[in-house]
């Protein structure tokens, strides 16, 4: 497999300006025509291409033939003008066959592209990396009412449409879709009094799910404009939501492409959670058109320089449009849950990796949520008013060009004064720093003493000490008596601040750094901040430590039991965060902090523990949990915005424990549900108890053909099943007519489902690892993005008993040795093995 590196990185050897394209669509013989001006520049011409048909090529009118290979073609100096040049070349290509759902792709009869990171090269000849940016003109030929690319409408008739984008972009922006669509309109009116129409295409009947995001996106739209000052630059700005992706969304300049998940939503068949995933990947993915598109990044190193900065901003976002606190809890759950677990074991990787085989197994956790952390860490560093000025320098200094991580550290650095040369480690250094906080009072003064490390990850052994912003506060019997933020940037440094007696100290508020803590206080400590902490976020934090202890080790539940209900009953406090504070950590969660503590994952005795929790808290709220979720339960019209979100958290958080001693109280709920978040609250108690049989088929029956919610319908059972019984659920439904595999949304339904049931796939016979080595091997033959990110399933191996290890070893060379592997995978597994 041969290595990209960073270190290699050489510009294009020739510059382009324009870029004609022309697509007589055919869903098995489509032809395209790329018409490309090529300034004067050095050597050879090597153009990427893959999958594709040269029917032929002309320079300048001249006819060529250039070497063609396995990845492109490539046009002998020699044979190259002196100066400027344009070249020709007609190509054929078959979207049908196409099953990869990269470069063109055709599917239910519509036409799709999706060429991040490196699709284009599978549509036409080309240099196909970020840093060639040229001005795009688009003519599409085919026999569909919807024929749309990139930009402004320049001109359409029957069977033909042509597109004008007036930014220069790079190819992996480029988008085409084309089929019988049907679309939403609105507009929004700039800051600088431009209107800009906004539409959202979806297929015939989906066009009353689309209120909500085109809601969020004009609350994206002017939120960029108030907190940035960035306006949107074109006059039409569109969405295609469609049903075959293999991701969330896709940023293409002013033709983003949308998984219908992301964009279809009603009371009825989306719940809370993805009313919030709409608003949050529709923000995003509009936030790019700055922060990636107009500022794209130099070469795929770079990343985060886009991802990182964008996940930020939309977190932001999502933190203004409801309560910041519990947003943060919730990106910090998702951080560990993903990021943490990455860089604890062998896929381990830099925020700026130095080297891939696969681009597309670096669009990771690492890139994406820790690079949002580095820019948080950032703005606690400099502070508010330092951040604000530097974005506006780096949109300043930058708009039009394709930068590196350099260059936004530069224009941070310049912008506020700030030395930031060992900021740098956190981009180029993996593994998670592991953070120690140790308390003592000494004549008058509580004294923190901070200590870091970062275990050594796969190629760096040794590690250096990372900037860390530390918030805090020290808590007495009556409250806060001090706060403030600590730059710790040595191995070990202390804090002292003069107090009258013992403090209780609240470290890290707010998760001020993507670190791991561990806290060396006194007991009773933990039980003081879930009780009075001022910072909310660490409440939680405090009650999650309590579970841990019991959940992890063998601590005793009353302490956390005690802290929660008292939590439950303390009326000022955000539903939503009563919900979260009342919530176990995951099975995950809890087989991460064991291998925190260096023993062995034994995925059982996790979900017995888990268990024994969840019925002691059960127990202990006994009548009390009924009564508080009819109390709290809101009424009248569903809204996914304002309190009503959070009150049904509460109030299904609570249903759940109820339910467990007595399932009709489920049985009852389901039939009082209206929407889909309270349906599938109330059906989960009965799928986890095996009693839902009845349940599900009424289910199944009701959404046959909601494409959507049928998927819930798969994932809610491989996932809740009770451990002993998840595998054969999911090997009769994987002969369900309604399953295709070939679908990603469906496949990772049932089988994302399967994984995250961890008891299930962690079976001690193994038969949840070769069963999903077995759909691995199968997937990879036509989808090998989906396969190689799936198979991160198996990346924390160390983590279990000898046994377990060997089974899953087995699997991942029974994988590393099939023929015909994808690259893709292949990296994956080499990774996951060394
Ligand atoms: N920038 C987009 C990444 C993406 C993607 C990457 C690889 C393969 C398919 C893909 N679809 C979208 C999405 C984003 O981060 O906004
Ligand atoms: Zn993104």
């Known amino acids: ?424 480690r956190w981009y180029h250094q993996a593994g998670t720093p592991r953070l120690t906080v140790e308390d003592r009072f000494e004549e008058g003064e509580t004294i923190l003493t901070f200590r870091q490390t970062t275990p050594p990850t796969p190629g760096q052994p040794d590690k250096q000490p990372v900037p860390i912003p530390i918030r805090w506060g020290l808590l007495d019997d009556k409250g806060e008596v001090a706060n403030g933020m600590f730059l710790l940037s040595e191995a070990e440094q202390e804090v002292r601040v003069k107090t009258a007696a013992r403090t209780v100290p609240s470290v890290l508020r707010g998760f001020s750094a993507p670190v791991i803590l561990e806290q060396k206080g006194q007991p009773g400590d933990a039980g003081v901040r879930l009780a009075r902490d001022t910072d909310a976020f660490n409440r939680w934090e405090a009650g999650r430590t309590l579970a841990l202890d019991v959940l992890a080790g063998d601590g005793d539940p009353a302490p956390w039991l005690d802290g929660v209900c008292a939590v439950l009953n303390d009326q000022t406090l955000d539903p939503a965060l009563r919900a979260l504070i009342l919530s176990l950590p995951t099975q995950e969660g809890i087989a991460q902090e064991i291998a925190l503590r260096d023993e062995t994952v034994d995925p059982d005795l996790v979900h017995v523990r888990h268990q024994s929790l969840e019925e002691a808290l059960t127990s202990r709220l006994g009548a009390d949990a009924m009564r508080i979720s009819r109390a709290i339960r809101p009424t009248g019209d569903y809204s996914p915005d304002g309190q009503a979100p959070g009150q049904r958290a509460l109030a299904n958080r609570l249903l759940s424990l109820a339910a467990r001693r007595e399932t009709d109280l489920a049985r009852e709920a389901l039939a009082q549900a209206s929407n889909m978040t309270d349906r599938l609250a109330a059906l989960a108690p009965l799928i986890r108890a095996g009693q839902a049989e009845a349940e599900l088929a009424a289910f199944h029956a009701e959404w046959s053909g909601t494409d959507l919610v049928i998927d819930k319908w798969f994932a809610m059972q491989t996932s809740l099943a009770p451990a002993h019984e998840a595998l054969d659920v999911a090997q009769r439904l994987q002969n369900h007519e309604d399953f295709t595999w070939t679908v990603p949304n469906r496949f990772r339904a049932l089988v994302g489902g399967l994984i995250s049931n961890t008891a299930a796939f962690h079976r001690a016979d193994g038969a949840g690892y070769v069963w999903l080595a077995d759909w691995l091997l199968k997937v990879d033959k036509r989808n090998p993005m989906l396969a190689a990110r799936m198979s991160a399933a198996f990346e924390t191996w160390r983590r279990y008993d000898e046994g377990r290890q060997k089974l899953i070893l087995d699997q991942l060379e029974r994988i590393a040795s099939a023929d015909g592997l994808s690259r893709d995978t292949g990296e994956m597994v080499g990774r996951m093995r060394a």
């Not at 240099?127 to 003109?137: E, F, H, I, N, Q």
């Not at 996940?311 to 560990?336: G, Y």
């Not at 703005?379 to 951040?387: H, K, L, T």
Request: negative net charge; aromatic residues 10%.
């Open 1 to 424: 497999q041969s290595v990209i590196r960073l270190e290699d990185y050489k510009p294009f050897s020739h510059p382009v300006s324009t870029v004609h394209l022309t697509f007589h669509l055919d869903p098995e013989a489509t032809r395209v025509r790329a018409e490309i001006a090529f300034g004067v520049g050095t050597g050879d011409l090597r153009l990427d291409g893959v999958d594709l048909d040269l029917l032929s090529a002309t320079i300048d009118g001249v006819p060529v033939t250039p070497i063609c290979d396995e990845d492109g073609l490539t046009v002998a100096a020699a044979d190259l003008p002196d100066g400027p040049f344009t070249w020709v070349a007609e190509t054929r290509i078959d979207p049908a066959r196409n099953t990869t759902l990269e470069g063109l792709y055709h599917r239910r009869d519509l036409f799709i592209t999706q060429c991040e990171a490196e699709g284009f090269r599978r549509i036409t000849y080309f240099p196909d990396r970020p840093d060639v940016m040229a001005v795009y003109t688009v003519r599409i030929e085919g026999d569909m009412p919807v024929l749309l690319s990139n930009g402004d409408l320049t001109g359409s008739g029957p069977g033909w449409a042509e597109w004008h984008d007036p930014w220069r972009k790079p190819s992996y922006l480029f988008a085409l879709v084309a089929g019988d669509l049907r679309s939403v309109e609105d507009s929004f009116t700039t800051m600088s009094g431009r209107d800009v129409t906004l539409k959202i295409w979806v297929r015939d009947g989906d066009r009353g799910r689309c209120a909500y995001a085109m809601d969020a996106l004009k609350r994206a739209m002017k939120w960029d404009e108030d907190t940035y000052g960035l306006e949107y630059d074109l006059d039409l700005f569109q969405i295609v939501a469609v049903d075959d992706f293999n991701a969330g969304a896709m940023e293409n300049k002013g033709l983003n492409v949308f998984n219908s998940k992301y964009v279809l939503a009603s009371p009825e068949t989306a719940t809370d959670a993805d009313f919030d995933g709409v608003e949050s990947v529709i923000a995003h993915e509009y936030f790019h058109n700055w922060t990636g598109n107009r500022i794209t990044c130099r070469d795929w190193f770079q990343l985060s320089l886009k991802e990182g900065l964008t996940v930020f901003r939309d977190q932001c976002f999502s933190a203004d449009m409801r309560s910041a606190p519990v947003k943060r809890i919730e990106d910090v759950l998702r951080l560990r849950a993903g990021q943490f677990r990455e860089d604890a074991g062998p896929l381990a990787h830099p925020v700026r990796p130095e080297s891939y085989v696969e681009i597309n197994n670096f669009y990771t956790a690492t890139v994406y949520e820790k690079g949002a952390e580095l820019i948080r860490m950032l703005r606690e560093i400099v502070g508010q008013d330092a951040y604000d000025a530097a974005l506006k320098l780096y949109f300043e200094r930058h708009d039009g060009q394709a930068c590196t991580i350099e260059d936004w550290l530069s224009v941070f650095q310049d912008a506020t004064g700030h030395d930031l040369s060992q900021f740098r």
